[in-house]
């Protein structure tokens, strides 16, 4: 997803909406990505956003108790 540097702009973007509504930031762990794609594979096939969801939230988000 994004292999052209679009990825990096939409990351720094998610992560300063987030901090401005004070909900930590999202970052993806490199142990993670395989799972991580896998998930959003299944959401574009699907068009079903909770699995992956929750799994962000489980897994990406920090600095939020």
């Avoid at 973007?13 to 998930?39: F, S, W």
């Avoid at 574009?44 to 929750?54: A, G, H, R, S």
Wanted: charged fraction near 25%; glycine fraction near 8%; charge should be negative.
């Amino acid at each position: 997803m994004f292999q052209d540097g679009n990825k990096r702009l939409v990351n720094l973007i998610a992560n300063k909406e987030m901090i401005r509504l004070g909900q930590g930031i999202i970052a993806i762990p490199v142990e993670k990505i395989g799972d991580y794609l896998t998930l959003l594979i299944e959401y574009y096939e699907t068009n079903d956003l909770i699995k992956l969801k929750n799994w962000l939230y489980e897994n990406c988000i920090d600095g939020v108790e």
